[in-house]
C-alpha cells in the first residue's frame, strides 16, 4: 500500500493528483502544519517532516519532484512520463528539475521574505525581486508552451501537473500572473484531467487552487 503524507492545499497536492491520475490505490496521512510530530510514521518518512512524503513498501520518498518521478514510474501504464530512452524524456527530466530549483522556490521570496531576512524593511525590495524572477519564469514556460500541447511529449505527465500546481498559486496574487495564454490554456487542460479535478476536491481547493476553507487543513482548524 503507498501511503502519501499531505497537507491540503500545499506542496503535496502535486503528489495526491498524480496519484489519482495513475489510478493508484493509496490512503493518505493528514499531517497538521503545526503538530508534525503528531501524524504516525511521517518522521520516519521524511526526517526533514514536509510534504509531500510518500511511503511505498519499504520505500521512502520525499522532495516534490522525486515523489512526481516516483509515482510516474510505478505507474508506467498511466503514460505520466515518457518512456525511458524516449527522447522526450529529457523533457520530462528538465522540467521536473526547474520546477523543483525554480519555478517552485521562486515562490518563497514573493511568499516569505521573512524566512529569508529578519529586516522588514527589505521584505518590499525581496518580494519585488521575487515578482520580477516570477515574471520570467512564467514567459520561458509560455514559449515552451506555445509550440507544445503537453511538456514533455504527447500526453500529460507529472512535469505538467508539477506546473500546473505552481502557476496555479498565481492565483493568490491579482497582479502576478505566471505566463501568458499558453499557459492559461495548459492549466485549464491539466485541470480538467479527471484526476487532477478529484484531487483539488479532495484537498477542498478550487478551480484557481484556493481553498474553500482556509482555516482548514485536513479538515482540521489551524
Ligand atoms: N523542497 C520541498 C518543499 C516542500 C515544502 O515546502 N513543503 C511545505 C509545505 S508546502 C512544508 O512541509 N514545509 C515545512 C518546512 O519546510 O519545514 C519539496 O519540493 O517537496
Same mark, same amino acid.
Given at each position: ?123 518590499? @525590495? ?55 495564454? @499558453?499557459? @492559461? ?38
Amino acid at each position: 500500500m503507498i501511503t502519501l503524507f499531505q497537507i491540503t492545499g500545499s506542496s503535496s497536492f502535486a503528489a495526491h493528483a498524480a496519484l489519482e491520475c495513475a489510478g493508484a490505490e493509496y490512503e493518505v496521512v493528514n499531517v497538521h502544519p503545526q503538530r508534525r510530530d503528531e501524524a504516525p510514521g511521517f518522521a520516519d518518512t521524511n526526517p526533514l517532516k514536509r510534504v509531500p512524503a510518500l511511503r511505498d513498501g519499504d520505500v521512502c520518498v520525499s522532495e516534490t519532484g522525486a515523489v512526481l518521478m516516483w509515482i510516474a514510474d510505478r505507474f508506467p501504464d498511466a503514460h505520466l512520463a515518457p518512456p525511458v530512452g524516449h527522447p522526450a524524456r529529457a523533457d520530462h527530466y528538465r522540467w521536473i528539475t526547474w520546477c523543483a530549483n525554480t519555478l517552485h522556490v521562486g515562490w518563497w521570496p514573493v511568499m516569505v521574505p521573512r524566512a529569508y531576512t529578519p529586516e522588514e524593511s527589505a521584505w518590499p @525590495a525581496m518580494e519585488a525581486q521575487g515578482r520580477e524572477a516570477m515574471t520570467r519564469h512564467g514567459q520561458h514556460l509560455e514559449r515552451w508552451l506555445q509550440s507544445h500541447e503537453w511538456l514533455a511529449g504527447d500526453h500529460p505527465g507529472v512535469s505538467d501537473i508539477y506546473v500546473y500546481m505552481i502557476a496555479g498559486w498565481g492565483s493568490y496574487y491579482e497582479d502576478l500572473q505566471i505566463g501568458g495564454d @499558453a499557459v @492559461a490554456d495548459h492549466y485549464a487542460r491539466v485541470g480538467a484531467l479527471p484526476g487532477v479535478a478529484r484531487a483539488r476536491e479532495r484537498d477542498d481547493l478550487d478551480e484557481r487552487l484556493k481553498r474553500y476553507h482556509p482555516d482548514l487543513r485536513g479538515g482540521q482548524p489551524l
